[in-house]
């Protein structure tokens, strides 16, 4: 039996699946513009700014995920790019980690780009590294390579906790550009002042829409930001018609 309750919530699910479609199907017959996010265009310049100055690059996905966590997978993503810029420059990518099986996988990653690139010989099993599963041992361990090394730029990609503003305050210091993604929204506030560009949120799950042309992830992204201004035209609309005695705010939202 159809429940009417439940009417308005079926017509959020069709308005969804169907703007979904519409820009599913316009990105298969013509170029959507995406908006610009200036964390993910700089990503090649970091990269060819190391390269420049003669350093590695510096990539880790912080403390607080394991490899099932979406972050991660986002970083490890974002890393294939990276890996793949770094391959074909030339330029040494050290990976610290606190968790054996993101070192492995990061390691394929790594391994992958370089011999796609023609560059076999210039990969380095010691560059991924397996620091220590414990935060502040973990922190320590990065900000040690990090003092060392002197990385040119430094991709601080995926979950971090306490760890956040230690990290990107030694690259700081250090001199080198830094790049922040997270969905860690106590974090994001240390990341934006210490770090060059910081993706915010869901822009560090939409980077590899930009980075390899995805148009499934594309289409969904257009039809994420339509259904938002929707949402918050609403919240602007119904308090108004709600002074004049239309109270709608409980059946539509």
Not at 73 to 84: C, E, K, S, T, W
Not at 174 to 186: C, H, M, V
Not at 230 to 245: D, S, T
């Amino acid at each position: 039996m159809f429940d009417p309750a439940s009417l308005v919530l079926l017509i959020w699910v069709l308005l969804t699946c169907g703007v979904v479609a519409y820009f599913s199907y316009r990105r298969r017959v013509s170029r959507l513009r995406l908006r610009a996010i200036p964390g993910i265009a700089a990503i090649e310049e970091a990269v060819g700014r190391a390269t420049e100055q003669g350093k590695p690059i510096v990539f880790t996905t912080g403390w607080g995920g394991d490899i099932q966590r979406p972050t991660t997978l986002a970083a490890l993503n974002l890393l294939r790019f990276v890996a793949g810029k770094a391959a074909s420059y030339g330029c040494r990518i050290l990976f610290p980690t606190h968790d054996p099986v993101i070192a492995e996988a990061a390691k394929e990653i790594i391994q992958t780009a370089y011999n796609e690139a023609g560059h076999p010989d210039q990969f380095r099993e010691d560059d991924v590294t397996f620091v220590s599963p414990s935060q502040f041992g973990y922190a320590s361990g990065v900000d040690g390579i990090v003092s060392r090394q002197k990385p040119g730029a430094i991709f601080l990609f995926g979950t971090f906790e306490g760890e956040a503003l230690i990290l990107a305050e030694t690259g700081n210091i250090n001199g080198a550009l830094q790049i922040a993604g997270t969905d860690s929204t106590i974090q994001l506030s240390f990341f934006i002042v210490a770090c060059d560009y910081t993706l915010i949120g869901e822009e560090l799950y939409t980077a590899s829409a930009y980075l390899t042309d995805d148009r499934r992830v594309q289409s969904s992204m257009y039809a994420q930001d339509l259904i938002r201004a929707v949402v918050v035209a609403l919240l602007l609309l119904l308090p108004i018609l709600a002074m004049f005695g239309v109270n709608l705010y409980k059946e539509i939202m």
